[in-house]
């Protein structure tokens, strides 16, 4: 099952603004994972935040994990167009053979 | 919502052997599907990706030989790793993208350990 939920399900904004996703999940975690899909390739995994971490931060992103809401954000900041992708997160329980547990997405689509 | 189903869910198998991980999309056409391998408490790494009827795109460092990818319909791509060692003990994925290039749909992953 899909345990994470991100939102909104599609996002469009201005190249140069900051774009926001959020992400929910269920149960207990690990860590949360932050992955983008370009459209028609694989996903490319961006940040990891273990369940002991409140934010992290790698180039223009910066994602924060508070585990007490069961939620986790990713933000991009001054949005370019190569950043139009699919954005997904992942939770990891830790349970073997569950793996991960992506949610559905975030289409993001940043406009010229 | 779409499911994709991923089989066998876990496995053991002896050093030397060969595996075959089969993921199918059950109620949409898959053009693409992609597999992932996972190592425990690392993220998932793209292994490869395959379009129905064409040879799979392998990323760097992925051998071909040795993970086999049969893309043979739109419901249907198989994984095999070829005469598993240890070293190959992981957790695969698989992930299928419908037609209109809808969202990315999730196999439920195969544990794979190889003694």
């Known amino acids: 099952s899909q345990q994470g939920e991100e939102d909104p399900q599609a996002l469009s904004i201005q190249e140069g603004e900051n774009a926001t996703m959020n992400c929910s999940y269920k149960?207990?975690?690990?860590?949360l994972q932050w992955y983008r899909q370009n459209s028609g390739r694989g996903l490319v995994h961006l940040i990891l935040i273990r369940s002991n971490e409140r934010e992290k931060h790698s180039g223009r992103l910066r994602v924060t994990l508070d585990t007490s809401k069961k939620s986790s954000s990713l933000l991009i900041t001054a949005s370019r167009a190569a950043d139009t992708a699919s954005y997904f997160c992942a939770t990891d329980s830790g349970g073997g053979a569950d793996g991960l547990t992506f949610g559905k997405g975030t289409h993001l689509i940043i406009q010229p | 919502g779409a499911v994709v189903s991923q089989h066998p869910s876990r496995v053991i198998c002896k050093s030397g052997t060969s595996v075959k991980i089969e993921c199918r999309s059950l109620d949409f056409q898959a053009t693409t599907m992609f597999w992932y391998r996972q190592f425990p408490k690392q993220s998932l790494m793209l292994m490869a990706t395959s379009n129905e009827g064409s040879k799979a795109t392998y990323e760097q460092g992925v051998e071909k030989d040795k993970f086999l990818i049969n893309h043979a319909s739109l419901t249907l791509s198989t994984l095999t790793v070829t005469s598993a060692h240890p070293e190959d003990s992981s957790f695969y994925i698989c992930s299928a993208q419908g037609l209109k290039n809808e969202k990315l749909f999730f196999g439920s992953g195969t544990q794979l350990s190889v003694l």
């Open positions: 149960t207990s975690i690990n860590n």
